[in-house]
């Protein structure tokens, strides 16, 4: 409790407040320092940012939206259980329901002298998550303010609105569900399918706003100081696998329909020890979404920033915790068959850029950049249900 205040205190401090649009926001490195193991640290509020929905359609938001963002990253990475994940979900909620605006109400008319983005309709919902006073989440002075809300929606022990009504953390298993699904649970909206949609512009967001950092045996330790890796190997084995799926558009194998994969599968035998691919640092391990349990590393090649991910292993398989530093070759899980797969495999991706940036053919750099253990196999039916997750 007594960190999470600290954190919260120094968030104040440095972020501006609603309405106020002025330089761009820069994190102290004490607020830093509370935003360590794999979580995320505002480095900057750019004037405006650009995103695609997941239906096509181009979202513009402007600085003081995205000074909104900061304040929820921010938060939930100062609360214990909320991570990346819990972010994610935060911001597609935000977008979804006010478009990240902290939106007064004329059904509360002192609502609207207070600082605000706008007016809404929405019975007498308020704010970036659309709380409704009549429904226990605060009163309007607490529910204008965007900390607050923030804190309440993540919920929990600390949470303002705990135990009721329930914010995130109070939501059983959300950590595994779809994102959309995730918020839905908190939103309780007569239109649960919508939430989805805003996927690919908060991962845009988080991309846009953070660097991550992650402690490795003291202080938080920016990602952009691993060292190079000196050398590249296939993450599994020789002779352990079959290509079951490669990176790109195909048919998706449990629903017919076509689908983008983004990373390249590999079936393998349950238990086969999976191989860290390069010299590098972990900044994910543990359940994401319908990649099942995810491990993820951060390794410095030629220079530049790259990350590996590594999906579908149970949860008693992975043998890596964040923060660990890892070496090329070394055993850092097992294959596994949880989230949206149908079998026992892989799922490789390659990330230039990072961890959470988008993921290139594998098979393809891997092959480019003379991976060690890369050996021709014949190719099987894709073991991923989703193009997308698998």
Request: include cysteine; proline fraction near 6%.
């Amino acid at each position: 409790m007594k960190k999470l205040i600290i954190c919260l205190a120094l968030a104040l401090l440095v972020l501006p407040f609603a309405g106020i649009l002025a330089v761009p926001v820069f994190l102290s490195p004490a607020l830093a320092a509370c935003q360590t193991s794999g979580q995320l640290v505002v480095s900057e509020v750019p004037d405006k940012l650009t995103a695609v929905t997941r239906d096509g359609v181009a979202v513009t938001l402007r600085r003081g939206q995205l000074t909104h963002a900061a304040t929820i990253i921010t938060v939930g990475s100062g609360i214990d259980g909320v991570g990346r994940q819990g972010v994610l979900v935060a911001l597609m909620a935000a977008l979804t329901e006010s478009t990240l605006r902290m939106l007064a109400n004329a059904a509360h008319p002192a609502s609207l002298d207070m600082p605000n983005d706008g007016v809404g309709s929405d019975h007498d919902s308020l704010g970036l998550f659309q709380m409704r006073p009549t429904s226990g989440w605060g009163s309007v002075a607490e529910l204008m303010d965007p900390t607050y809300q923030v804190r309440a929606f993540f919920g929990g022990l600390e949470g303002p609105n705990y135990p009721s009504p329930a914010g995130l953390l109070d939501v059983a298993g959300w950590q595994t569900a779809d994102p959309g699904s995730a918020a839905q649970a908190v939103e309780r909206s007569a239109f649960p399918d919508r939430y989805q949609n805003y996927q690919p512009v908060a991962e845009a967001i988080i991309s846009a706003l953070t660097k991550p950092v992650v402690t490795i045996g003291g202080p938080a330790t920016p990602l952009d100081t691993i060292a190079e890796s000196t050398s590249i190997v296939f993450p599994l084995p020789t002779g352990t696998w079959v290509r079951s799926s490669g990176y790109g558009w195909r048919t998706d194998p449990m629903t017919g329909l076509r689908a983008f994969h983004a990373g390249s599968d590999y079936a393998a035998a349950d238990g086969a020890p999976i191989l860290a691919m390069a010299d590098g640092v972990v900044t994910w391990a543990g359940p994401y979404g319908g990649y099942g349990e995810l491990v993820v590393i951060e390794h410095t090649i030629g220079g530049a920033r790259l990350a590996s991910a590594y999906g579908h292993m149970w949860p008693s398989g992975i043998h890596v915790t964040v923060g660990e530093k890892v070496t090329a070759g070394q055993h850092i899980a097992d294959v596994g068959s949880s989230g949206k797969s149908t079998g026992a495999h892989l799922h490789f991706e390659i990330r230039p850029g990072g961890s959470f940036q988008p993921s290139v053919d594998a098979d393809a750099w891997l092959a480019e950049h003379g991976a060690a253990g890369v050996d021709a196999a014949t190719s099987g039916r894709s073991a991923c249900l989703s193009g997308a997750m698998g």
